[in-house]
């Protein structure tokens, strides 16, 4: 079974720049999230799709961070502009009902803003 | 804020030897569940404790459960030095959607 997909895995780019990343989560996994971990802490739930309805984004800060999981496969996690307290891995995890149950991560994606 | 503290932050054991980390949270919780993440990659799913349950176990993992001090353990035995990686608990709470709030996270290292 094909795990959680994420590009790029690096990004580097400077202040006020805009960023995309993008998730393929795990086949037939319902619910999808979105993770920011910044070095030395443990990750934070940013936000968190059920099929393609948002079911928490109190976390992501909505004046610079956008996402979407437009046909409740694949996602997108926008910054725009970056900041340089922005620079964190963005983990993209997936499980099959949102219920609590494991949740399957991807590799990450490593943005560091100059 | 996180839910979770995670003790010690660091450990630094022989291989061989037992790993034990500790993670205490505030509020009641509907599981508990462990990972790790290797220096540079994602998580990887370890172990998922319900509240209604004591101690569970798979391979060399051993987790335990105290809902009356809101703690939980992780015992790592015969370690090896692939084992060394942060380990992290996160809490999945009671009618908060399945997400998982994680603690700081131990950062394990097993020398050879």
């Known amino acids: 079974e094909a795990g959680v997909a994420q590009s790029p895995r690096y990004k580097i780019i400077e202040k006020r720049q805009s960023v995309a990343f993008w998730c393929n989560p795990i086949s037939g996994h319902a619910t999808l999230y979105w993770y920011q971990q910044i070095l030395g802490q443990g990750p934070k739930l940013l936000i968190q799709?059920?099929?393609?309805?948002?079911?928490?984004d109190s976390q992501l800060p909505k004046d610079r961070f956008s996402a979407e999981r437009l046909k409740g496969v694949d996602s997108t996690l926008k910054i725009q502009p970056a900041k340089l307290e922005d620079s964190a891995v963005y983990l993209c995890?997936?499980?099959?009902?949102?219920?609590?149950?494991?949740?399957?991560f991807g590799p990450g994606t490593r943005l560091l803003v100059l | 804020s996180q839910q979770g503290e995670e003790d010690p932050q660091a450990l630094s054991i022989q291989e061989g030897e037992n790993a034990t980390m500790n993670c205490s949270y505030k509020t009641s919780i509907n599981n508990l569940q462990w990972y790790r993440q290797n220096s540079g990659r994602g998580l990887v799913h370890l172990i998922l404790i319900r509240s209604n349950e004591r101690e569970k176990h798979s391979g060399r993992l051993r987790v335990t459960l105290d809902t009356s001090k809101k703690s939980s353990s992780l015992l790592i035995t015969a370690s090896r030095a692939a084992d060394t990686a942060s380990y992290f608990c996160?809490?999945?709470?009671?009618?908060?959607?399945?997400?998982?709030?994680f603690g700081q996270g131990t950062e394990l290292s097993v020398k050879p």
């Open positions: 996160a809490t999945v709470l009671y009618n908060q959607g399945g997400k998982l709030i």
């Open positions: 799709f059920q099929n393609n309805g948002v079911v928490d």
């Open positions: 995890a997936s499980s099959l009902t949102g219920t609590g149950e494991t949740q399957y």
